[in-house]
């Protein structure tokens, strides 16, 4: 079962941060799952809001993609008095450089054609696979149009119930996953997406009687704030 730290450690550290995925490593994920969105000047940046307030503890800082990258760089993400700044997605590349896979929400519009265009040339000129990487969205046309860009990268549904249109969705995407929240999640609904040919990624797990219980219903893969949760079951 795939093992995927939900925006990093983030349990640990703050999210969507290199210290988050580095603990994530260190506590030996298979996957590390993260969110992208562009800034001013089209740099793809990894950060889950769309405004910047939570993150930096700035009331009024507004939204992200409102600011420039260097404008972004100055924004402290850290907590506990070590600063974090906002890394691009080319930094958390570099800084992964192939010890998990990686998994990429698309948060921000045309997210998808910048990270297509990373990874290929990541692929191209750096030795990675296609297979590092899932696209994930809840956004089924931003998933189509990804594939228009990049059709070898496997893509991920995201959603909180499984949609009442999932077959259609399924004949006309090429989907490797759907990503679903573990509170609406039945065990026949992982049987009959693993029918179809589609695996099972639950979210945010991060209780042990939650992680037995998806073991038991078979799911491909958890996403936890805790990775350490998952390897302890």
């Known amino acids: 079962m795939l093992k995927a730290a939900h925006r990093g450690a983030s349990g640990y550290e703050p999210e969507n941060t290199l210290r988050a995925f580095r603990k994530a490593i260190a506590m030996d994920a298979d996957m590390i799952e993260l969110d992208v969105r562009l800034s001013k000047d089209s740099e793809v940046v990894v950060f889950h809001d769309e405004k910047l307030d939570r993150m930096t503890g700035q009331r009024n800082a507004g939204f992200l993609k409102d600011y420039e990258l260097s404008e972004l760089k100055k924004f402290d993400v850290g907590k506990d008095g070590k600063p974090q700044?906002?890394?691009t997605l080319q930094e958390v590349f570099d800084c992964v450089n192939r010890h998990v896979k990686i998994n990429i929400e698309l948060k921000g519009e045309n997210t998808e054609k910048f990270v297509g265009r990373l990874?290929?040339?990541?692929?191209?000129?750096?030795?990675?696979l296609y297979s590092d990487f899932i696209i994930s969205s809840f956004d089924a046309d931003r998933l189509k149009r990804f594939h228009d860009y990049s059709p070898k990268v496997k893509l991920g549904l995201i959603c909180k119930k499984l949609p009442t249109n999932i077959r259609s969705l399924i004949k006309t995407i090429p989907l490797y996953s759907v990503h679903i929240s573990g509170v609406f999640l039945t065990q026949r609904q992982v049987e009959a997406l693993h029918n179809n040919g589609v695996k099972v990624l639950v979210w945010t797990v991060n209780g042990t009687n939650l992680v037995e219980k998806f073991k038991r219903w078979k799911a491909?893969?958890?996403?936890s704030d805790y990775p350490d949760l998952l390897m302890k079951n």
């Open 85 to 87: 700044h906002i890394p």
């Open 220 to 223: 491909d893969g958890l996403f």
């Open 119 to 128: 990874i290929e040339q990541y692929v191209q000129e750096k030795g990675w």
